[in-house]
């Protein structure tokens, strides 16, 4: 009876069979993962106590190979990516990266309505600096009219991958 496929993030299967079946050390795989998933904003403990977690999780469950290192030698592992898991349908990652947009939009609007709600302020406290301002007003509303427009764009497409999806 064969062990069932195990359930990997997308970061983290890319950088395994990115490895291509070379050995590796859990800083390694630490630094790879950290440099694709920097744009996600995860902090750098929380990489480490996700690789901690799945690099015990994979090990038990015999999807990566320990290798034995010497006292001086950092432990090593080697992912064979033969057989192993399989990445998550296009669908499902298309989805991730989505949300990720999503997400990323929405933090960018909300930090450029506060933009503009502290132009409204400039400008009702000191009604001399308006004209100089209402540039940069102006800017930043256009600003916020484009990223509200790309996230009822993402929400559709959402909506729509997932009607699919499932």
């Known amino acids: 009876m064969t062990s ?22 859990h800083k390694e795989l630490v630094h790879a993962y950290r440099a694709l998933e920097e744009e996600h904003g995860r902090s750098a403990r929380a990489s480490l106590q996700f690789i901690n977690r799945n690099l015990a999780r994979l090990t038990k469950a015999g999807w990566l190979e320990v290798i034995k290192a010497t006292a001086k030698q950092p432990q090593l592992y080697r992912w064979e990516p033969a057989e192993q898991a399989e990445s998550p349908p296009a669908a499902v990652e298309a989805l991730t990266v989505l949300r990720q947009k999503l997400q990323h939009h929405r933090v960018e609007l909300l930090s450029t309505l506060g933009e503009t709600e502290a132009y ?3 400008c009702a406290d000191l009604p001399q600096l308006q004209p100089s301002v209402q540039r940069q007003y102006d800017a930043a509303r256009d600003r916020s009219l484009k990223l509200l427009g790309r996230i009822r764009a993402l929400e559709t497409l959402i909506a729509t991958q997932s009607s699919s999806a499932a």
């Open 120 to 122: 409204d302020e400039i």
């Open 4 to 25: 069932p496929r195990p359930r990997i993030e997308s970061t983290l299967l890319r950088v395994l069979h990115s490895r291509d079946g070379s050995p590796f050390t």
